[in-house]
């Protein structure tokens, strides 16, 4: 009996600390670096292309490079920032990430300044998107293994969840902010704002307490690359939804003459957010697998929709259910690539794992855009469709054997 009182006293504590690091606001605290990563790679998005090609006068090409190469540095840095996070902790993962942003907003400036030598001001927005993509890679690995890591396993859905949608909100406020500080100020000041906000989360980072780098021998990479990689691509054929939506849903309307198509991209997105927000707890509850299964019928549902619609009503539809069905499939399979290494290798493969989507998200515009020139618009939902089914039976074969 007089155990029952100091056993019940002492769960109170535990408990409330618990509570306390996997809330909210104490996840928001390590994921926000990832939204000012995003934030940095969204500002430059609407600008760079028409400043390369119609203001500086180079081809249509150099001006898709200049975006584009920034992924190219994202995927070849992806596992290098796990091992950082692994290795020396995720704290400093993140603190190289933010100055890397930082240097990239200088590069922009830099590339401001230069404008009359165009060749120099070209390469100082080669270099920056560069150093964009490293940045990318290792602050947006590290905050969220920091935050899985100070939040306990038992948040890590939560961490990825909120991760998530720091990732899209951040992109989907930095472009059009981009354009409205390049119509007032110009170039250098999305530069500026860039070295503003790097600067300040640099100084944030390093004032945040660091988790404790998890003993233990780290598994080769190649190790690491087999036990995540089908996980990986269940995660890029379920993204071909989103890369296509996004980039080809404006020319998709206009073939048909409808308006509003950026109403779909808006739809999709809130869709994404709404169902992050509300069903995140259903990962520990049911689990990674059957999450990710249910999520990717109704991603198909809508990608479906989509390519049988006959009116934007069904395409807004089909947009909502994509964004909602796509929303927790990456937390989901997430989960449970993660477990499959042991803790002192999740950094390497949260990077590994990540670089999935990156892949899906670069391949799949030419991919998409040669199926559109074969067989029509309405094509490209068609292969969307069958990349998520294909997707949802990778997820069944994975939860089977894992059973086993």
């Known amino acids: 009996m007089l155990g029952m009182p100091y056993s019940a006293s002492a769960s109170i504590p535990v408990t409330a600390r618990t509570a306390a690091r996997s809330g909210t606001r104490h996840i928001l605290g390590f994921v926000y670096f990832t939204f000012i990563c995003y934030l940095s790679i969204g500002l430059p998005l609407a600008v760079l292309p028409p400043y390369v090609h119609l203001r500086m006068g180079y081809s249509a090409v150099l001006a898709g490079l200049v975006i584009s190469i920034q992924y190219i540095a ?6 290098w920032a796990g091992r950082i996070s692994d290795r020396q902790g995720a704290k400093i993962s993140v603190i190289w990430g933010m100055a890397a942003c930082t240097a990239s ?9 230069l404008y009359s030598i165009h060749w120099l001001s070209f390469w100082s927005l ?3 998107r560069l150093i964009l993509g490293v940045g990318e890679s290792l602050g947006s690995t590290g905050a969220t293994l920091w935050g899985i890591t100070a939040a306990g396993p038992e948040a890590t859905a939560k961490v990825i969840s909120y991760n998530g949608i720091c990732t899209y909100g951040a992109m989907a406020l930095a472009a059009p902010l981009g354009v409205v500080l390049d119509d007032l100020w ?4 999305l530069g500026v704002f860039t070295i503003l906000i790097g600067a300040l989360s ?3 980072a390093t004032r945040k307490q660091p988790v404790p780098v998890i003993p233990g021998e780290h598994l080769p990479f190649s190790h690491v690359l087999g036990r995540v990689a089908p996980h990986g691509m269940g995660l890029a ?10 980039t080809f849903i404006t020319l998709f309307y206009a073939a048909r003459h409808w308006s509003g198509a950026v109403l779909c991209l808006t739809a999709f997105g809130i869709a994404f957010i709404l169902a992050r927000l509300l069903f995140v707890q259903t990962i520990n509850r049911f689990g990674g697998f059957p999450v990710a299964m249910t999520c990717l019928v109704v991603e198909s549902v809508g990608l479906f929709l989509l390519w049988r619609s006959n009116s934007p009503a069904l395409a807004l539809t089909g947009a909502s259910l994509g964004g909602f069905g796509f929303s927790l499939v990456f937390p989901a399979i997430g989960v449970e690539a993660v477990e499959r290494v042991p803790e002192n290798n999740r950094g390497t493969a949260l990077g590994v794992y990540t670089a999935f989507a990156d892949v899906s998200f670069f391949l799949v515009g030419p991919i998409a855009g040669a199926i559109i020139g074969w067989f ?3 094509s490209v939902f068609l292969f969307a469709l069958i990349s998520v089914l294909t997707a949802l039976g990778i997820v069944i074969v994975l939860c089977r ?4």
């Open 376 to 378: 029509g618009y309405r």
């Open 202 to 204: 640099l100084m944030m």
């Open 186 to 189: 110009g170039l250098s000041s």
């Open 105 to 113: 907003g200088a590069l922009l400036v830099a590339a401001a300044a």
């Open 237 to 246: 054929l379920s993204g071909v939804c989103y890369s296509v939506l996004a």
């Open 126 to 128: 080669i270099l920056s």
């Open 401 to 404: 054997v894992q059973k086993e």
């Open 74 to 79: 994202t995927l070849a840095s992806r596992p």
